[in-house]
């Protein structure tokens, strides 16, 4: 059996000299490939000797790793055309891709940060200035909380009881929840009513929590808190695109992840519907199937 490189490469000549497919369309295809190599690797085996039990949990894992429906059914349509291929030319005996398909029924899992990268991400706002005070309490507000960035930049300072350790925000519909605070966040909020927001705000007066150090009392726009928080994920070295709203599906995720209760995770993100939050339950599904498949003496 030749090795997983020759393979590919065989296709991807077959692709670019009969097929005649644009230089964008092969690299797409060469990235799909070596993933799928790098999963039969973790095998210990060539993709030629995959069989129909693997690309399926190879179809898992992808699915486990948040790609997007339409992600996972390009690289599936990839995979067939390279199996049906290594078929046409005897590289292999049968076809174990013939009518593999994406599960429809998953959707796409939200993105969300390992607790390395939530760690990296709070630690990059100079917290010996006003303005990297005013980020680290942002940050540390909204992995806390879960807020959606509309209502954590239009927070009142009225709308905080550290003391008690909750807050009060309006989410859609004008509906008010309460969510609470902890200690961490708490902390860093308090540090920057001391000293940041006193000094970015200066002769001027502001009902927001957040204030910038020029403008009105408008405070903080979600426009600027995006930009914010791509420049800190980007100085920490997070290299995939990060979201004020990953943040939000990072607390969500982490919660679960340690065992909280799904309709208590619904009332802090103020989600309407329960069905709604059930989608961070199919990361840990997605989670444990792939350590199933990797792990289970009989998979």
């Known amino acids: 059996m030749a090795d997983t490189h020759t393979l590919i490469d065989a296709y991807l000549d077959h692709l670019r000299v009969e097929r005649r497919l644009s230089a964008n369309t092969l690299d797409s295809y060469g990235r799909d490939l070596r993933g799928l190599g790098e999963f039969a690797a973790g095998r210990s085996r060539s993709a030629g000797a995959l069989d129909r039990h693997d690309l399926e949990a190879f179809v898992r894992d992808l699915m486990g790793r948040g790609l997007s429906p339409r992600s996972v059914a390009r690289t599936v349509a990839c995979v067939r055309g390279f199996y049906r291929f290594l078929t046409l030319q005897r590289r292999i005996a049968a076809n174990p891709a013939e009518d593999l398909t994406a599960p429809r029924a998953w959707p796409a899992l ?53 003391d008690e350790h909750w807050l009060t925000c309006t989410g859609k519909g004008s509906k008010q929840r309460v969510v609470p605070i902890g200690d961490e966040a708490a902390s860093w909020v308090r540090r920057y009513l001391a000293g940041g927001r006193p000094a970015l705000l200066g002769r001027r007066t502001s009902p927001r929590l957040f204030v910038n150090a020029r403008g009105g009392p408008r405070g903080l726009s979600r426009v600027g808190f995006w930009k914010i928080v791509r420049r800190y994920a980007r100085q920490g070295g997070l290299t995939r695109p990060i979201s004020p709203h990953v943040l939000r599906h990072s607390f969500a995720t982490h919660l679960l992840e340690r065992g909280a209760d799904l309709r208590a995770i619904q009332a802090m993100l103020g989600h309407a519907d329960l069905s709604t939050t059930q989608i961070y339950t199919h990361v840990l599904d997605a989670r444990m199937r792939a350590a199933y498949e990797r792990f289970h003496p009989r998979a």
């Open 110 to 162: 939200p993105k969300y940060l390992t607790l390395d990268e939530v760690d990296r991400l709070l630690a990059q706002p100079d917290t010996g200035t006003p303005l990297g005070l005013r980020d680290r309490a942002l940050l540390e507000l909204l992995y806390a909380t879960g807020l959606r960035v509309s209502e954590l930049v239009t927070l009142r300072a009225a709308d905080l009881n550290l």
